[in-house]
């Protein structure tokens, strides 16, 4: 018979951070509130989630790496908002922040979550931040949770 791991939406008492971008504020705020209220219900207590504010996207990665090399956080979740605009620096950006997080992770060995929405319109961002297609604040939670239990249930 085959052995299968999984994780849970189990917040348990471990302790989760948060890197949110302050550019384009009026998306990021939306996915914190996401994400805040993805641990609230599923029972993580506040004093267990810890926000970080970074002025952007591109800073996310460097602080997310320090949370999860400081060893006290199970996950890390990263949040922020890419909105193409009428130069490279979207694809720049983009790019950079998607390398970091999948580094910071690599390195640490802890899970580093990416909510960091790239997008090509406000609208998009829009509905993605709360509106039609859900908000990735909250999905990016869920993973963080999912992903501490499994690594947890790893270790055992």
């Known amino acids: 018979m085959r052995k299968e791991i999984?994780?849970?939406?189990?917040p348990g008492d471990r302790r989760f951070a948060?890197?949110?971008?302050?550019?384009?504020?009026f998306i990021t705020r939306r996915l914190e509130e996401g994400a805040l209220d993805c641990f609230a219900r599923h029972g993580a207590p506040e004093g267990n989630i810890t926000v970080v504010r970074v002025p952007g996207s591109f800073e996310i990665p460097l602080t997310a790496a320090k949370l999860a090399r400081s060893g006290?956080?199970?996950?890390?979740?990263c949040l922020?908002?890419?909105?193409?605009?009428?130069?490279?620096h979207f694809d720049l950006v983009a790019a950079e922040a998607a390398?970091?997080?999948?580094?910071?992770?690599?390195?640490?060995?802890?899970?580093?979550?990416?909510?960091i929405l790239t997008?090509?319109?406000?609208e998009q961002a829009v509905e993605r931040a709360g509106t039609k297609a859900g908000n990735r604040g909250w999905d990016a939670a869920m993973s963080a949770m999912e992903m501490a239990d499994l690594f947890a249930a790893l270790e055992q």
Request: glycine fraction near 18%; hydrophobic fraction near 45%; proline fraction near 4%.
């Open 99 to 115: 390398k970091g997080v999948a580094q910071a992770g690599f390195s640490s060995g802890v899970p580093v979550i990416f909510g």
């Open 72 to 77: 006290g956080y199970a996950a890390v979740v």
């Open 6 to 10: 999984i994780g849970n939406l189990n």
């Open 80 to 88: 922020g908002a890419i909105i193409r605009g009428s130069t490279p």
């Open 119 to 122: 997008t090509d319109t406000i």
């Open 18 to 25: 948060l890197v949110v971008g302050r550019f384009n504020d």
